[in-house]
C-alpha cells in the first residue's frame, strides 16, 4: 500500500508547530540562551503590545521575532510552492 502524502504532510505540520513552544521552554531552561530569548521569544516579546507604552527596543525584539517564526516560514514554504511542478 502506498503511503498517504496528505497524512505525512498533516504530521509535519504538527511537528512544525511546537517549535516555537520548545523555543520559549529552553529559552526558560538554559541559562546562556537568555539573551537570545528575549530576542526570539515570540511568547516574550509580544507582552509589551498588552501594554500601554511599548519601546523601539520591545519593537524590534518584536519584529526579529515575527521575521523568525511568520516571516521565514512564509518565505520558505512560497518557494517550495513555487518550485513544485504542477502535475
Known sequence: MAP????????????????PTAWS??????????????????????VPLSEPSMTAGEGARLG???????????VLGTMRVLRREVS
Open 4 to 19: 498517504n502524502p496528505a497524512a505525512s504532510r498533516a504530521v509535519s505540520r504538527r511537528r512544525t508547530g511546537s517549535i
Open 25 to 46: 521552554v529552553l529559552g526558560a531552561m538554559v541559562t546562556w540562551l537568555g539573551t537570545a530569548a528575549k530576542w526570539l521569544d515570540i511568547n516574550v516579546t509580544s
Open 64 to 74: 526579529v521575532a515575527c521575521a523568525l517564526w511568520v516571516g521565514l516560514p512564509l
